[in-house]
């Protein structure tokens, strides 16, 4: 089954063996669009998300599959004609429909009805037709428009009126502003924003108004999207702020407490200055060997797994590789070129998948090598086990028989079942190390530009089935194994 992060603007290949029957090969006959900008919906309405061929063609006869992150379950399917709901999303049951009557143009938007907080995220458009297939991303955003601001007075302070503004059942996170009678903000007092069981947020300001000041104004609350907004007018008499003059006695008085408990806490600290002191310095020295123990664990943990006991030079596979990647004349190099190569559709190669095996194998023992990453738009290295699938529909996912990690969209990710592990602080990597231990059902992956691990699969067993290295590669990438 297809990964969740593959391009959404790759030409997949021509199965292979047409190319032993015609001169001239052509790229795929059509590329699926979807809006670059996300598409937004309240909370209980419908949406529509999107999608369609270019050039403009019937979608009758081709499979179209919506998925989120996995390939199956999927959000709604349509093949053969019809809808397939057997692997659907339970979430999404009865919930979606294609729309039917664009799809002699090349339109396969998807309807969802009654939109909840869960369907936000993002989506794959996919397109099969024969063993051409093309897909593209689109992100929903979910929105809800709360209550209107209800303005309610707190209590007296410093000589002025505590004012609060609240509303609740908003999506996403709201915000409050103060406005004068003239519409200049106001600065917040305090702010407070929670999440309800529900998801849906509830939040809080409130300002502090003297006599001096102006004493109309207004409170609006607006989502992060700035697709709602609602607002509320309040206006205080002279009144109110007659009773707030007795609290300018009580906090003199309460300032003068103040300032003899100071001098009194001062006088204390006198008393034990010194032994603050040290007790002080004990910490930070604390505090210096805690940094150096953890700083040698890592240390440790870096030794352990990246440093196996054998190094292996490996050396790709030409019989697995898929039919779009080219290989350098000493097999260290791989290329996507999207242009299918004049090769046999035999057996062990990978179709439709940008996917090529190295020839090392191995049934015992520890092994490194490493992957760099010369020029990439989308990759993933890691091990496979030698009777993993070569045609058709596969996931990649340790229960399919392949431990790896990747780069899609800007997202370094390892490769985990159900969900994928993301790493949003991992930028940039250009050199990857990946280490093996057969027998002891280890697959880890390490940083070699930081010199620090970065994930490992949780211990598996072989079986005694041989294992090889492995990548997929994405449009225009180009990776290179060490040494």
């Known amino acids: 089954m297809v990964l969740s992060f593959l391009a959404s603007y790759s ?17 795929a006959p059509f590329r699926v669009i979807a809006p670059a900008h996300s598409v937004a919906a309240a909370v209980g309405q ?21 998925f989120r992150g996995h390939f199956s379950p999927y959000v709604h399917r349509y093949k053969a004609g019809t809808d397939q709901h057997g692997d659907q999303m339970s979430q999404y049951q009865g919930r979606t429909e294609l729309q039917r009557d664009g799809l002699d143009n090349g339109s396969v938007a998807l309807k969802i009805f009654s939109v909840r907080l869960s369907d936000e995220g993002k989506y794959t458009c996919f397109i099969r037709a024969d063993s051409d297939y093309e ?18 007075l707190v209590g007296y302070e410093a000589g002025g009126v505590r004012v609060a503004c609240r509303g609740d059942g908003w999506y996403p996170q709201p915000q409050v502003l103060w406005k004068d009678h003239q519409g200049r903000p106001l600065p917040s007092a305090s702010k407070n924003v929670t999440r309800d069981t529900r998801g849906l947020f509830k ?17 609006s609350i607006r989502d992060a999207l700035h697709h709602h907004e609602k607002d509320s007018a309040f206006s ?57 123990i953890q700083k040698q664990a890592t240390e440790l943990v870096w030794r352990r797994y990246v440093m196996p006991i054998e190094e292996v030079k490996v050396t790709l596979d ?35 998948w940008r996917c090529v095996l190295g020839c090392e194998g ?36 340790p229960e399919e028989g392949i431990w790896a990690v990747g780069q899609w969209a800007g997202q370094f990710q390892a490769l985990t079942f159900p969900e994928r592990t993301v790493f949003s602080e991992i930028q940039g990597l250009k050199r990857i190390r990946v280490s093996l231990d057969y027998e002891e059902g280890r697959v880890a992956f390490f940083s070699v530009d930081e010199e620090t691990p ?29 040494p």
């Open 135 to 152: 897909e593209a991303v689109l992100e929903l955003k979910v929105t809800a428009a709360g209550s209107a601001p209800l303005i309610s």
């Open 318 to 352: 030409p019989d697995t590789a898929h039919c779009d990647l080219v290989l350098s004349d000493d097999r260290k190099s791989v290329k996507r070129v999207d242009k299918p190569q004049d090769v046999p559709d035999i057996p062990q190669r990978f179709m439709p």
């Open 362 to 397: 191995f049934t015992s023992g520890r092994y490194y090598w490493e992957v760099e990453v010369v020029d990439a738009g989308g990759w993933t290295v890691g091990v496979s086990r030698e009777d993993v699938r070569r045609k058709g529909e596969i996931e990649f996912k």
């Open 236 to 292: 205080m008499a002279d009144p109110f702020f007659q009773n707030a003059q007795p609290w300018k006695i009580a906090l003199s008085l309460v300032v003068v407490t103040l300032v003899v408990l100071f001098v009194i806490t001062v006088y204390l600290f006198k008393i034990k200055g010194k032994l603050e002191g040290k007790i002080a310095t004990q910490v930070e020295e604390l505090r210096a060997n805690d940094a150096e």
């Open 46 to 66: 419908d949406v529509v998300l999107p999608c369609h061929l270019t050039p403009e063609q019937s979608a009758r006869a081709m499979e179209v599959t919506w």
């Open 203 to 219: 939040a809080e300001s409130t300002v502090v108004l003297s006599q001096a000041a102006n004493q109309q104004l207004s409170c």
């Open 11 to 27: 030409l997949p290949g021509l199965i292979c063996i047409f190319s032993l029957h015609v001169h001239q090969l052509q790229s």
């Open 454 to 482: 970065i994930f490992t699969f949780p211990l598996v067993s072989f079986n005694g089935i041989r294992v090889h290295p492995w990548v997929w590669l994405g449009p225009g990438t180009w990776l290179k194994m060490w």
